[in-house]
T-cell receptor, first 115, second 112 residues
Framework: DAGVIQSPRHEVTEMGQEVTLRCKPI?????LFWYRQTMMRGLELLIY????????DSGMPEDRFSAKMPNASFSTLKIQPSEPRDSAVYFC?????????????FGDGTRLSIL | GQQLNQSPQSMFIQEGEDVSMNCTSS?????WLWYKQEPGEGPVLLIA?????ELTSNGRLTAQFGITRKDSFLNISASIPSDVGIYFC????????????FGKGTSLLVTP
């Protein structure tokens, strides 16, 4: 079975540019989560969706960050304009009917470097 | 989200040794999860715990959900070189939605 698929795997861009990260959840999973991982702060939840609807975006750092889920098989996380402090590994995870008894499965992440 | 206290931060051991790591929280959780992350990959679920006092094994791995619901430990017996990685605990409180709160991780190095 295909797991959570993220693209690109690596992104290097200059500050001020728009960055779009993509995620395809596991088929049939109705929860999708975006996390950011840094050395200083570890793994932090940014936002999660249920049935394509954003449920909790309290972890989104600021208005430069936005996330969408236009359908059950695709989500994007966009940063505009990007800043060097946004450099991190961004993970997407999905689960079925919530976390209880259905743990979250993670993609391999997008390593983002903002110069 | 709530930050979990995970210890130790790193461990450097010889193959064959047993390993123990733990996580504590100031808040109660109703689910504890343990993940392993290898370089360039996402976290992979090792063990899930859903009930206070629960003790669950997965091969050489054993994890327990603390009675107070504020802590959990993970043991690895007879470590092997492929156990190398970063181990994360994660707690979930369903009253706060489905977000996972992660520890900072325990980095494990195993020498042959």
């Amino acid at each position: 079975d295909a797991g959570v698929i993220q693209s690109p795997r690596h992104e290097v861009t200059e500050m001020g540019q728009e960055v779009t990260l993509r995620c395809k959840p596991i088929s049939g999973h109705d929860y999708l989560f975006w996390y950011r991982q840094t050395m200083m702060r570890g793994l932090e939840l940014l936002i999660y969706f249920n049935n394509n609807v954003p449920i909790d975006d309290s972890g989104m750092p600021e208005d430069r960050f936005s996330a969408k889920m236009p359908n059950a098989s695709f989500s994007t996380l966009k940063i505009q304009p990007s800043e060097p402090r946004d450099s991190a590994v961004y993970f997407c995870a999905s689960s079925s009917e919530g976390t209880v008894n259905q743990p979250q499965h993670f993609g391999d992440g997008t390593r983002l470097s903002i110069l | 989200g709530q930050q979990l206290n995970q210890s130790p931060q790193s461990m450097f051991i010889q193959e064959g040794e047993d390993v123990s790591m733990n996580c504590t929280s100031s808040s109660i959780f109703n689910t504890w999860l343990w993940y392993k992350q290898e370089p360039g990959e996402g976290p992979v679920l090792l063990i899930a715990l859903y009930k206070a006092g629960e003790l669950t094994s997965n091969g050489r791995l054993t994890a327990q959900f603390g009675i107070t619901r504020k802590d959990s430990f993970l043991n690895i017996s007879a470590s092997i070189p492929s156990d190398v990685g970063i181990y994360f605990c994660a707690g979930q409180d369903s009253n706060s939605g489905y977000a996972l709160n992660f520890g900072k991780g325990t980095s494990l190095l195993v020498t042959p």
